[in-house]
DNA sequence: AAATAATATCTCTAAATTTGATATATGGAT
DNA sequence: ATCCATATATCAAATTTAGAGATATTATTT
């Protein structure tokens, strides 16, 4: 029983069909079948019950599944905080709602490089309730999302205090739709919320991809969105949008670190949180 | 990291040298040095301290060989589980004591064979002791070893009740030596035990590694025994030995098949446990 | 300084894996 | 029914990797 095979086991389980594993793994779609079949001689079982729809797995391909998703998460976790132990700096991954990673990350990154030169850090950005799910999936190493935070389930410490305020154009302050991220991020969820306290909950909502795209159209007047001050001031077309304050208690929203309860986290991780616990 | 690598790990922390590990693998030593330096490279740490005294492991070759136990376990116990659960059969390695596997276990292991006929069972015998620790060590999955068992670390079932007796020869009864197996046999002890409750511990003791040379040096004069009634009578030379009961508490002494708490029976397993719960 | 006992290095070979091309199967549309 | 689209399976060649065996190096002891 190899690793590699476990992998593969896991990626044609997750897309479902034996060339998409071949496509996330980076290989041909061959490869997948023969390790694939290697796992199923070696137990005598068949792992996937394969047809035009796709692979599927049969009862036993559920149990061995199981264990892998296990032992490979195991074996991740060991290797990750060992590669920490040895000094090497165990990579960190971070997910960021994107307003904060404009306004607040690159002032903080750099202080977290000063501090732990020699971990890698990337990031992934996205609204809070995909970064959660990211945390949850183990997808990414901790995540910087809109409180509140379910403690059950995740660590947290404070990064930043937002000051929400909605931007609109001084020509038509009051027109035009909602500009806002998709689903699932907790400022359009809290704009939503102050727009229904006004008896508006019929505006129309403009979904859009980038912070930048929301504000450029706030700023050619094609309406008003809901964002964190400071992302607002720092917007390229800052002088041509209008800040204007939102009642509590939309205006006020904390942005927290949080990363899995079970999650131990490594140098850099720590190093984040020295620095979050002692600015805040 | 790969599981080899692991394995080899392990074996040259046990052996505390690689040339050591290269022969308990069966392999050769070079190999050795390369799987280590492959995992060395992988961590960017030395693993190992080389000297002339052998390899010692380095505070992170610690952690790492601590890691490396843990999943390697994870991965066996994940590998039996699903081997039995794939209808294969699960291999069973049993351990017994000397006299039990000459007497007791060729009628039972044939009954089991006739109820799971897929699965291989192996058999190692030795003292109780070491049975014990065999199955505390995970090296077997059960063995069958003299009562009383410490019920807070094993499963137990009781297989055989054994009356123990006294061989000896006709023609001088109470003379010569006691024959008996290694340190760490329970006949031995309880042997032991009677022979100092007559006021005879200065006895000398002869050790054999068999019960067959055991019985046969008593048909032959040299001494007497002390085994269960069963082996005795089925001897070679039984016409040669004379059998005196023991005095209780000496004279009844249970068999249990014992396996570690935290081990899942497989298939195999399970079938002697029910063989043995419908037989005794 | 030689002898010893260990690990390291090197080359060759064997085995396993990946590739890429092609064959085969399956379900749906014409 | 036949063709088409989309899957997986098979196969041979190429590549990569790991293992064996011979030899070199190192460190310790005498």
């Given at each position: 029983m190899d690793i590699v095979l476990l992998k593969t086991l896991l990626a044609v389980a997750e897309t479902g069909s034996f060339s998409g594993a071949a496509n996330s793994l980076h290989c041909v779609q061959s490869n997948v079948t023969s390790r694939i079949r290697r796992l199923e001689d070696h137990f005598g079982q068949k792992i996937f019950l394969r047809g035009k729809a796709g692979a599927k797995l049969t009862d036993f391909g559920e149990r061995l599944h199981a264990k892998a998703e296990d032992l490979l998460q195991l074996f991740a976790a060991a290797e990750r905080e060992l590669l920490d132990a040895s000094g090497a700096g165990a990579p960190l991954s971070l997910g960021s709602m994107e307003t904060t990673a404009a306004v607040r990350l690159p002032a903080l990154l750099k202080r977290l490089k000063g501090r732990s030169p020699a971990s890698s850090v990337s990031l992934k950005t996205g609204p809070t309730a995909d970064l959660l799910a990211m945390v949850r999936d183990r997808k990414i190493d901790a995540a910087f999302v809109?409180?509140?935070?379910?403690?059950t389930r995740f660590n947290a410490v404070r990064a930043f205090t937002e000051r929400l305020v909605c931007a609109r154009n001084?020509?038509?302050?009051?027109?035009?739709s909602l500009l806002a991220f998709r689903t699932g991020c907790s400022y359009r969820a809290t704009a939503q919320a102050w727009l229904k306290s006004l008896g508006r909950s019929d505006t129309e909502i403009t979904e859009m991809g980038t912070l930048d795209g929301i504000l450029g159209c706030v700023a050619a007047g094609l309406g008003f969105a809901v964002a964190p001050e400071e992302a607002v001031r720092g917007a390229r077309d800052a002088d041509q949008i209008e800040i204007a304050p939102l009642p509590e208690p939309f205006a006020t929203v904390d942005t927290f670190l949080v990363w899995r309860i079970d999650h131990v986290p490594v140098e850099a991780h720590r190093t984040l949180i020295e620095v979050l616990e002692g600015h805040s």
């Open positions: 809109a409180g509140p935070v379910d403690s001084p020509a038509n302050p009051d027109n035009g």
